[in-house]
């Protein structure tokens, strides 16, 4: 994989490790698992086990920071990956070592991109790998990605994209990432990814593809296939790859549809087929009667929790056995202020309409002691996967008494490790500089092909043409009298020789068209064209604008148009924020904004990303439910 460090600088800046930075250690008592707890009121993560709490940080905070978004930590515990925005605007993904205290690298998005972290499965069952996907442009020109970076040291290891031949033709979607490594898969190793369209409702399943990331490209079998896994809601167990899911299995009757319920009768699980392929069903509870809604692994893969509802509102959380059938497993309903729930090797956790945390390790979890008590706006952000080893024993700058915050060095361009100059060489005679890093680039329109070089004089990567436009990263170096310039190509990073005597291979370029000589006139553009006042009629002036943060002041259900349908099971809560896409428009004298950012699932009460929703800014007596 390290061979591919470099295919992936495309469009993404880094800050790697900060080798001032040292943070003292405290040593983290042996546990079979562990749970982190994020306090938004603190803004501090607390580490938890079956003994009570264990010990607490500040959460790592990214240089230049405007909002925080989201968070992930791999299945042995020492590796966070966050999300947040910049003061700059744009998103960033930070990759944080716990035991030794810094970002080992930190990627920038592109200007229109968003980044998306998926679900909490994104690592690879060892921990070595993790995808994470991003998604841009608009409905004309659809763009989205998926990297998957190296967890240690936080490098990319290979990615798939848009423009990728065996890539799905989709409208504007967003990409969230469930990561299947070969522990448990013997033909191939997968990542699958849900692909969710923009601007649509909530849904039960979305469509699914699976892409192949870990193998070489095999001319005889797509990279990307479609995979079976296109539940919206579904839980895989780390040992041997199982997949648990509420769905409607023919056999047995269903109760009647009901509105937004999906009308899903049956728990039970199916093995991970090779992508491509159905996977079948074992279905171990069906009821008729109520309407079932999310299945969890729990207990090593012996039981599981599952989520149903009576269609009146009553709502709780149930326990079953994962190896019974419908006509010989009975099972029993947890108290109904269970609000979460979350499997372990030898148990579960739940958190009750009081935030409490509780741990059992028996089948009924009825009598089982409160742990410790959480914050109303606590969010569990890890639990320690089924069968993984938690491997951290320290923590970094981890303390109870007045923890320092932590914050890293001010991000950078990507600066990649250039090959060692060659010793006594000239360029005295080589023409000027005409480049630097950081500025674009193109081949000169007159040239019929520049190779690209894998090293100053090396290795021929590929042919470019003339026009072809390129990113300088690093250099220069001089080899054989010439200067050489590390330039990105769509993805592929190499060496280029700027000139010879005989002229320029590179010129520079401001992405719209060559740079004039000091004799041509620059065109001057026109002046703007003010656009007249928005106005909606019955509402007050709009206080939001597209590309600006907005903050819920009242709980609101997005919807899939202006005044539309709101979406299944989704919500955002005052007090959060979003960034505006689109809008405003006017509908039913209320002003609307198209916005993403994360809400609740109101089901689980989890965290959960909401993109392309449409949210009312105004009431329609005139008040405010957003502001900037």
Known sequence: MKRTLLIMMLLLGYAGINPGMVHAQQPLPGSPWYTVVYQPETDSLRWINALGDQASMPRPTLNNEAQYFDMRISPDGQTLVMTAQLNSGLEAIGIYNLAAGVFVQTHIAQPDESIHLGGQHIFTVGSEFFAVGFSGGDFANPTWRVILFDSEDGDVATFIDHTHPDAPDLPLSVPLVQVVDNAYVQIQAFVHIHMIPQGVGGASEWPAYAWRAFSNPDPL?????????????????????????????EVYASADPNGMLPNFNAVGWSWNAPAGEDASMTTVHADSSRYHLVARWANGGEWLLFLSDDATGNRYWNIVLANGTPDDNSFIPLSPEIEQVYGLTDGYLLVNADDMLIYSNGFNPNTAPDLVHLTAASEIVY????????????????????????VITPAVPAQPQQPTPQPVVDCSLAPPQRVSIGSGAQVVPSVGGLNLRAEPNGAILLTMTGGDTLDVIGGPICDDGLYWWQINRVGTVGWVA????????????????????????????????????????????????????????????????????PFFNRAFMSGTRVRVDAGPRCDGGQIWWQVSGFGRNTATDEATAINGGWVAETTTSGQYRMGP
């Not at 296939?225 to 895989?236: F, K, L, N, Q, R």
């Not at 996967?385 to 700058?397: D, K, M, Q, S, W």
């Not at 000091?518 to 019955?538: K, N, R």
């Open 221 to 249: 079998n797509p990279v990307i296939v479609e995979s079976p896994y296109t539940s919206a809601e579904m839980d895989i167990l780390s040992t041997d790859g199982r997949v648990a899911v509420a769905y409607t299995d």
């Open 383 to 406: 639990v320690t996967p089924i069968g993984a080893a938690f491997e951290l024993e320290v923590i970094a700058g981890a303390t109870t008494n007045n923890p320092q915050q932590i």
């Open 498 to 565: 700027e000139a010879t005597a005989n002229g320029y291979f590179i010129e520079p370029y401001d992405g719209l068209s060559p740079v004039p000589s000091v004799t041509e006139a620059i065109p001057q553009p026109e002046p703007p064209t003010e656009e007249p006042a928005f106005v909606c009629e019955g509402a007050p002036d709009t206080r939001l604008a597209i590309g600006l943060q907005a903050l819920f002041i009242t709980n609101q259900s997005p919807r899939n148009i202006p005044n539309g349908d």
